[in-house]
């Protein structure tokens, strides 16, 4: 399993901006999460629209500037990246 800092390194951004990247996710979907499953009618079904729950999380905290609102993580949407990968990896590395 791919560390955080090896996230932070592969993405050019740094390991404390990993951390608050990976605790605005965790935050965000804590909010949003319920309302987004239902939406696909079950957790299954929309971890099957999306390909992977990592892949769901990311899309759904990241949307429509939702991490704005639990961290310090406007760098991250000025990324000319591809930011839905960057959460992917950071909400899957292992450690904080």
């Known amino acids: 399993m791919t560390t955080l800092e ?3 390194k592969k993405h050019n951004i ?3 901006q990993a951390r608050k990247l990976k605790s605005a996710i965790h935050i965000a979907w804590d909010y ?3 309302d987004y ?4 009618g079950g957790e ?7 390909g992977s729950s990592a892949a769901m999380i ?3 905290t990241v949307d429509a500037g939702r991490l704005l609102d639990h961290g310090d993580v406007e760098w991250f949407y000025s990324l000319d990246a591809d930011r839905l990968k960057i ?3 950071v909400y899957t590395a292992q450690g904080w």
């Open 14 to 16: 740094t390991l404390n």
């Open 58 to 60: 990311a899309e759904a």
């Open 44 to 50: 299954y079904e929309a971890i099957k629209v999306h």
């Open 87 to 89: 959460a992917k990896d």
């Open 37 to 40: 499953i239902e939406l696909f």
């Open 32 to 34: 949003v999460a319920y």
């Open 6 to 8: 090896q996230v932070a």
